[in-house]
């Protein structure tokens, strides 16, 4: 299995508070995502980012922001929670290799379970 | 935008069964296909990636089958158990980015 922990694993909060969630890879890959797993809408990329420092977002950011200071660690944060936000959150890695048809494999960690009261 | 479908939505086989899981796509203009599986509470487990220039790709029972022309890609898996029973994804890879379907329920009873 590829090294993938989230953090933390579930966690219940209140509408208006901030929350960070946590990915660490121990890969060395160079491209991290984040996804959100809602019933009737499959899963969904939240932010992804290409390296340290670059980041951009995906089909449903609104509402969240991310941060990658160093290669192992990609940050998502609700600024202030809202309930539309309980969902399950997933972080992936992969590392690109060359260009054209030549792409390795998203791996996916284990979630994070999160509910907004 | 990319859409995917995938059906049926959820299947119920005596082990034993052959089983093939469909995926359609919409936009043709893709890097690569992934499938995965994903148990009850769980995360997602890669099964295949198969790249654009390959039409199958091979992995113990399991294989899976991209037309990229037509937007459709096949997953069989054969002599199906018990343990097989899980939600199948399939996600088409558009450069960065994957797109995912609603997933194919199985249930592989004894």
């Known amino acids: 299995d590829a090294g993938i922990t989230q953090s933390p694993r579930h966690k219940v909060t209140e509408t208006g508070t901030p929350v960070t969630l946590r990915c660490h890879q121990t890969?060395?890959?160079?491209?991290m995502y984040w996804y959100r797993q809602d019933p009737g809408h499959g899963l969904r990329l939240i932010h992804y980012s290409y390296g340290v420092k670059d980041t951009d977002k995906g089909e449903v950011s609104d509402g969240y922001s991310v941060s990658r200071s160093k290669t192992e660690d990609f940050l998502l944060t609700l600024e202030s929670a809202t309930s539309s936000q309980t969902s399950v959150y997933f972080c992936?890695?992969?590392?690109?290799?060359?260009?054209?048809?030549?792409?390795?494999?998203?791996?996916f960690g284990p979630g994070t379970r999160l509910t907004v009261l | 935008k990319q859409e995917v479908t995938q059906i049926p939505a959820a299947l119920s086989v005596p082990e034993g069964e052959n089983l093939v899981l469909n995926c359609s796509f919409t936009?043709?203009?893709?890097?690569?296909l992934q499938w995965f599986r994903q148990d009850p509470g769980k995360g997602l487990t890669s099964l295949l990636l198969i790249q654009s220039s390959q039409r199958e790709q091979t992995s113990g029972r399991l294989n899976a089958s991209l037309d990229k022309s037509s937007g459709r890609s096949t997953l069989y898996i054969a002599a199906s158990q018990p343990g097989d029973s899980a939600t199948y994804l399939c996600a088409p890879v558009d450069d960065y980015k994957l797109s995912f379907g609603a997933g194919t329920t199985v249930t592989v009873r004894a």
């Open positions: 890969e060395n890959h160079r491209y």
């Open positions: 936009d043709s203009a893709i890097y690569n």
């Open positions: 992936a890695i992969s590392d690109r290799a060359g260009s054209g048809d030549s792409y390795n494999e998203q791996f």
